[in-house]
């Protein structure tokens, strides 16, 4: 199966006719779930969770360590995690944490197999969401780094409002590689651009990630929010920059706290749709995702964000004989 947990450097780009392995990262349970009105049970979290996994996801962020007060929709944290054996749950789990105390708490727990520390591009939000500058996380990532990876843990950093800020407006391309050349110092996984705000088009995509692989061979991961309806034209752009690592949230569902007017992650049947048509994987079942991201939404009170949840698969699928 094409979706899994990739370990080793960036693959080139592939010209011609060939095409590389694409994977996605499922983060419903954390992303999809931490800005909604209504809060799941931990059972069902767990469910969530399970049925991504059945479905073929084998990376998935499952939730965020932080204070409950902070975002209470995640507040129960342990017992989520606690919950989720190996035998059940056949997938990578990656706990989302914004600073060390976080960390250490996500390291408690031997399920969890990766740890991403959020790093904002512009202090104003860092201020907002995590309670520290720019320069106080960059500070924290050499450390968090040798903690994570001496656990025998993956570890990367998600660069946050990585094109703009809601309360500084946009992040020039200079702002974001000048944090990007910072975080890279430290030893890492893997690093994830973000945007948060959903305000990012093609061709500064194709901009940012041309000019990041020139930094470095990491693999690079892209995630990309859907508010002004540029995410799978986002996706794209990054795909043929290079990249092959996608983060996805079943039925579109999502958004952050700190980012007003955000909406949801793009949805991971439309993603796994679209780049199923155009050749280059992956190898799931769109409509699998759909079904598990209507079912979420039915939860939580609200209505599916994707297309493929809304319109169906195009061409549809063959009747059984």
């Not at 996608?246 to 955000?262: H, N, Q």
Request: aromatic letters at 4%.
């Amino acid at each position: 199966m094409a979706v899994q947990a990739g370990s080793g450097s960036r693959p080139a780009v592939v010209s011609g006719g060939g095409r590389r392995a694409v994977s996605i990262i499922e983060v419903s349970p954390r992303d999809g779930l931490q800005n909604e009105a209504r809060t799941l049970p931990t059972e069902a979290k767990a469910k969530l969770v399970a049925e991504l996994a059945a479905a073929g996801a084998r990376r998935i962020e499952v939730t965020s360590f932080v204070r409950p007060e902070s975002i209470p929709q995640l507040a129960d944290a342990d017992d989520l995690v606690s919950a989720l054996s190996r035998e059940e749950v056949d997938a990578s789990l990656i706990a989302l944490v914004l600073n060390q105390r976080g960390a250490g708490r996500a390291l408690k727990h031997e399920r969890i197999d990766e740890v991403n520390f959020v790093v904002p591009c512009t202090s104003a939000f860092g201020h907002a969401n995590q309670g520290m500058s720019t320069e106080q996380a960059v500070a924290v990532v050499p450390a968090m780094s040798a903690a994570v990876r001496g656990a025998g843990r993956r570890f990367s950093v998600t660069l946050a409002v990585a094109f703009g800020c809601p309360y500084q407006g946009p992040v020039s391309r200079d702002q974001f590689l000048a944090v990007a050349g910072s975080v890279l110092r430290a030893g890492l996984d893997e690093l994830a651009i973000a945007d948060t705000l959903g305000c990012a088009v093609p061709p500064q995509v194709t901009q940012r990630i041309d000019a990041l692989s020139g930094m470095t061979d990491l693999p690079l991961r892209v995630h990309f929010h859907d508010t002004r309806r540029t995410g799978l034209a986002n996706v794209w752009a990054a795909y043929q920059a290079g990249v092959d690592r996608f983060d996805a949230s079943a039925g579109g569902v999502g958004g952050c706290p700190f980012a007003p007017g955000a909406a949801g992650n793009v949805a991971t049947e439309d993603v796994a749709w679209m780049l199923g048509l155009a050749g280059v994987g992956p190898q799931v079942d769109p409509a699998a995702f759909a079904r598990i991201g209507q079912d979420l939404c039915r939860q939580l009170g609200t209505e599916s964000r994707s297309g493929v949840g809304r319109s169906g698969l195009f061409p549809p699928p063959q009747a059984a004989p």
